[in-house]
C-alpha cells in the first residue's frame, strides 16, 4: 500500500476544510480581557465618570465592609478567605475601579428630542476624549447607540457619527456595542457602516469594532431553526469582538415574568451555553448581563444585593464567562471580591499543575496540552485584574509572564 499517495489524497479532499478551519475558528484572542462592563448613561457621562465610581465604591466598602471581618460578615463568608483578598479590592478601587466603560444611549439614555441627543453625543465624546488625555479614563472603553431596528435606525447611526466625529483619535481598547440584534443582516449592515466610519473619521482600516448583544430570542434560534448567533460572528468580519447576553431583554422576550429574571434563570443559561458554543475558537469573547438589584438602602438591603451579586459573578467565573455588566458602583466591591476569591482559590493548584505539567513530572493529574492552556489562561487572567502577582506566580511555578503568554498562545504546550 502507498501510504503517501493516500495521505496525499486525503490532504486534497481536505484542503478546503482545512482553510476554512483556519479563518473560521483561528483560536482564543490575545491580549486582556476586562472583567466587566460599567454601563453610565450617556446624560450622565463625565470625564471624571471613573474616578467618582471609584470614590463611591470604596465609600461603600468603607461603609458596610470597613474591615476583613465586617466584609465577612456582609457576605456571610470566612474571614479568612476574605482576608486573602480584602487588600487587593480596596487597592483596585483605588487604582483601576473600571476596567471598561460605556457610555449608553440606548436604554439607559431612552428616548429623547434629536436636538437633544445630538447634543449629548457630542458632549459625551468630548468628556471622554478628555479622560482619556488626562489618564482618568478606564483601560476599556466605547459606546452603545441605538439598535438597527427600524424604529430606531437612523437615529442610531446619527448618534454613532456624530460621536466618533466629536471623538477624534479612537482610545486603546475602543469598542462599539450593537444591541437587540434579530438578523444576520444586521450584522452585515454594521460591518458596512464601521467601515464607511473609518474613511469618514479617518480612522486606520479595521480599527472601528464591535460587540453583539444578544438579547433576543431571535439570535438564539432564527425562523429557519438555525443558531443566527454563530452566523452573525461570521457575518462580521472579524470585527466582532465579544458576544454580551441581556439579561432582562432577552429574559422578557422569552415571557419571563419580571420576578423571575435573573442571569441564571434556566432561559439565561440554554442562551448563553449557545453564545459560548457559537463563539468558541473564533477569538470573539464572551460577556455575561447583569443583576438589576442594587446594592442601595440600609445595611440589610446592600448586604443582600452585595451577597446575591457575588454569587452570580462567580457562578457565571465557573461557567466561562469571565466578564460581566456592573450597574452601580457599589456593585464594584462585590464584583472584585468575586473574581479575586476565584482567581487566588485555585491559584495554588493551576500553578502547580502547570509546573509539573511542562517539567513532565507527576502531579497526579492527566493533564493534556488543552487543560494545560486552560491553565495558563485562568493564571493570566488572574494576573491582568490583579488578583496575582508575577512575583507570586514566578515562585509558585517558576513561569514568567512571557511564557504564560506563550503558553496561552499554544507556542509551548505541547
Not at 42 to 60: F, K, L
Amino acid at each position: 500500500m502507498d501510504v503517501e499517495r493516500l495521505a496525499d489524497e486525503v490532504d486534497d479532499r481536505l484542503v478546503g476544510a482545512d482553510a476554512q478551519l483556519a479563518t473560521a475558528h483561528p483560536g482564543d484572542a490575545p491580549g486582556r480581557q476586562p472583567v466587566h462592563t460599567v454601563y453610565v448613561p450617556a446624560h450622565a457621562y463625565t470625564a471624571g465618570t471613573v474616578t467618582e465610581w471609584g470614590s463611591a465604591a470604596r465609600a461603600a466598602l468603607a461603609e458596610h465592609g470597613s474591615t476583613p471581618a465586617e466584609l465577612a460578615a456582609a457576605f456571610d463568608l470566612p474571614e479568612v478567605s476574605v482576608k486573602q483578598v480584602y487588600d487587593r479590592v480596596g487597592a483596585k478601587l483605588l487604582r483601576e475601579p473600571v476596567e471598561d466603560l460605556r457610555i449608553d444611549f440606548e436604554d439607559g439614555y431612552g428616548n429623547r428630542p434629536d436636538s437633544e441627543e445630538d447634543g449629548a453625543a457630542r458632549a459625551a465624546a468630548t468628556s471622554l476624549a478628555a479622560a482619556v488625555a488626562a489618564g482618568d479614563g478606564a483601560p476599556f472603553c466605547g459606546i452603545r447607540f441605538k439598535s438597527l431596528e427600524a424604529p430606531t435606525r437612523r437615529r442610531g447611526v446619527r448618534t454613532l457619527a456624530l460621536f466618533l466625529d466629536a471623538l477624534g483619535p479612537l482610545p486603546a481598547g475602543f469598542v462599539v456595542t450593537l444591541p437587540k440584534v434579530t438578523s444576520v443582516a444586521q450584522v452585515e449592515a454594521m460591518v458596512t457602516l464601521t467601515e464607511q466610519l473609518e474613511r469618514g473619521c479617518g480612522y486606520t482600516e479595521r480599527s472601528l469594532r464591535f460587540e453583539i448583544q444578544v438579547e433576543t430570542p431571535q439570535s438564539i434560534l432564527g425562523a429557519d431553526g438555525t443558531a443566527l448567533v454563530a452566523r452573525m460572528i461570521h457575518a462580521a468580519a472579524g470585527r466582532c469582538t465579544a458576544l454580551h447576553y441581556g439579561t432582562y431583554d432577552y429574559s422578557a422576550a422569552c415571557g419571563i415574568s419580571a420576578a423571575f429574571q435573573s442571569m441564571d434563570h434556566p432561559a439565561a443559561d440554554h442562551a448563553k451555553a449557545v453564545m459560548q458554543v457559537a463563539a468558541a475558537g473564533t477569538g470573539v469573547r464572551l460577556s455575561d448581563g447583569s443583576t438589576n438589584v442594587l446594592p442601595v438602602g440600609d445595611r440589610d438591603a446592600v448586604r443582600a444585593a452585595w451577597r446575591l451579586h457575588r454569587r452570580l459573578v462567580r457562578r457565571s467565573l465557573e461557567r466561562g464567562f469571565y466578564q460581566g455588566w456592573d450597574l452601580h458602583p457599589a456593585q464594584l466591591p462585590s464584583r472584585y471580591l468575586a473574581v479575586y476569591s476565584f482567581y487566588r482559590a485555585g491559584l495554588v493548584e493551576a500553578a502547580d499543575r502547570l509546573r509539573n505539567y511542562l517539567a513532565r513530572l507527576d502531579s497526579g493529574f492527566l493533564d493534556e496540552p488543552a487543560t494545560a492552556r486552560a491553565m495558563a489562561s485562568y493564571l493570566a487572567r488572574g494576573l491582568d485584574c490583579g488578583a496575582v502577582d508575577e512575583t507570586e506566580l514566578r515562585d509558585l511555578s517558576a513561569i514568567d509572564r512571557d511564557t504564560l503568554d506563550r503558553l496561552v498562545r499554544r507556542d509551548a504546550v505541547a
